[in-house]
Structures are given as C-alpha cells and as structure tokens.
C-alpha cells in the first residue's frame, strides 16, 4: 500500500507564508513526478506546481514567483510566499510513481487527503 500524508495547512493573512509538506511512504519502488494541485470552492481542481525526478520544475502561472516546490527523497514540498486571498482553496499532493520491482513495474497516480488554506483579512 503507499499513502501520501499532507500536513502544514492553516490559516493566514495576505502577504504571510506557509509551507506544505507532503510524505509519501509504503512499497514504494521508484517516484516518477511529485506534485501539487489545488481546489477553490466552487471551482476546478488545478494544477500548482510539479517536480520531475531530474529536479525540473514546472508551476502555472498564478503561483509563479511566489511558490517554490522542492523534494526530499520521498517527501515534497510546497514554500507559498506572498500569499493572495486568492490562493485560498484545498491543497492536494500527488505523485507519480511505481510499485513492484524492475521486473514488474506497476505505476499510478497517488493522492493525499487534502490539506486547507486560507488566506483572509
């Protein structure tokens, strides 16, 4: 089984920081893509920020300069800078990766929970 457990959501006002983590553990045999997406109320889930595996990181457009994504082994992160009331919204990390062995490799899509932030006034 893999599990992917966010943590470091909260609450903050415009212009505050905070910083995501996300832990992915289990039988895990090689991590392809770790990410981040995010989902504000009432709207589409979008995408944030990726890692690739080579450390190639790729944000959209609203977080750029602001977001910072990095990677720890088997942990990613999310630095938010600058935060906007905008940003608010459920905060979800993925990761592409695989189980198995060389031999038999299986890879999928993993998500976490979800972790809420509020950027308000």
């Known amino acids: 089984q893999v599990q992917l457990v966010e943590s470091g959501g909260g609450l903050v006002q415009p212009g505050g920081s905070l910083r995501l983590s996300c832990a992915a553990s289990?039988?895990?045999?090689?991590?392809?893509?770790m990410g981040w997406y995010r989902q504000a109320p009432g709207k589409q889930r979008e995408l944030v920020a990726t890692?690739?595996?080579?450390?190639s990181p790729n944000y959209a457009d609203s977080p750029k300069g602001r977001f910072t994504i990095s990677r720890d082994k088997n942990t990613v992160y999310l630095q938010m800078n600058s935060l906007e009331p905008e940003d608010t919204a459920v905060y979800y990390c993925?990761?592409?990766?695989?189980?198995?062995?060389?031999?038999?490799?299986?890879?999928?899509?993993?998500w976490g929970q979800g972790t809420q932030v509020t950027v308000f006034s």
């Open positions: 993925y990761a592409d990766l695989s189980t198995g062995s060389e031999i038999t490799e299986f890879i999928n899509r993993y």
């Open positions: 289990g039988s895990i045999f090689r991590i392809y893509v």
């Open positions: 890692l690739t595996n080579s450390g």
